[in-house]
């Protein structure tokens, strides 16, 4: 991949085989929120889960040239992206993500900056992805001028973001997100920049488990989870209970290959394309 022709502001280091910007980057993110993630992605079912979806979505929807994969932590959705066919770049504002990516995922193309800082061309990016990222962005409008501006004509936006704000819990106070989304406001946060072609909602089934087990609770007072609880919510039962968690989900899958879209859940899957 040709990194220096996107932009003028990057270098490269040999020694890590990261690009960079010369600047550090200032993000709504947990300082150990790379970390935290890194050490459970793998064997997480909402990880694993997620990444099946997002890979229907991107087989369904393909696109036309590399994904641009904006906020990509540690490279757990670029290494899928890669493995399944789709040359991926990410880029990744925190340098312990990065360096995740790079040395233990084995991403073979990783930009460490914002993606202000990164100052990437006009319109010299095929498509790009945000998974989970929107929602730590004060201002999302402004992000998706700035996604519009180095996209090319009729270039694939994919995310996923947090779901419906009476799910909201301490979980997206730790995690420092801004908001959740509904499709209205999915839909003004993209409207002028682009046209959104598919939008479902994501673990349907599960939406009555987190609100007891994570809204009701913050809902009366109750602290935050614990980091043996934040595991626990991702591996439940261990292996077995991790396979039979995306068995139960499993449809989902099949609903975005066949381009049905699903009205409840605690993620918002999302395609648009640039006008």
Avoid at 71 to 80: C, D, F, I, P, S
């Amino acid at each position: 991949m040709d990194i220096a022709g996107l932009s003028d502001a990057l270098s490269f280091d040999r020694e890590t085989g990261i690009w960079s910007s010369a600047r550090a980057a200032r993000v709504a993110y947990p300082e150990v929120g790379n970390a935290a993630c890194f050490s459970l992605e793998d064997d997480s079912f909402w990880f694993r889960h997620r990444n099946r979806c997002i890979l229907a979505a991107v087989q369904k929807y393909r696109p036309s040239g590399f994904i641009l994969d904006v906020g990509g932590g540690n490279g757990y959705v670029a290494r899928a992206l890669i493995d399944a066919g789709f040359d991926t770049v990410l880029l990744e504002p925190g340098p312990e993500g990065a360096q995740n990516a790079k040395r233990t995922r084995a991403v073979p193309d990783v930009i460490c900056a914002s993606l202000e800082d990164a100052a990437i061309h006009a319109a010299a990016v095929p498509a790009v992805g945000m998974f989970d990222v929107l929602e730590h962005i004060d201002d999302d409008r402004a992000v998706a001028a700035q996604l519009q501006r180095i996209v090319k004509p009729g270039g694939y936006f994919y995310l996923t973001v947090p779901a419906f704000n009476w799910l909201w819990s301490s979980a997206d106070v730790e995690a420092l997100h801004y908001r959740r989304y509904t499709h209205q406001t999915m839909a003004a946060a993209l409207e002028g920049h682009f046209r959104i072609v598919y939008m479902t909602a994501l673990f349907e089934r599960l939406v009555p488990a987190f609100f007891l087990a994570r809204t009701l609770p913050y809902a009366v007072g109750l602290r935050g989870r614990s980091d043996a609880q934040f595991k626990t919510e991702h591996q439940p039962g261990g292996a077995t209970g991790t396979a039979l968690l995306e068995r139960f989900l499993a449809h989902e899958v099949r609903c975005i290959g066949r381009g049905r879209s699903l009205r409840i859940g605690s993620t918002l899957l999302v395609v648009a394309q640039r006008k």
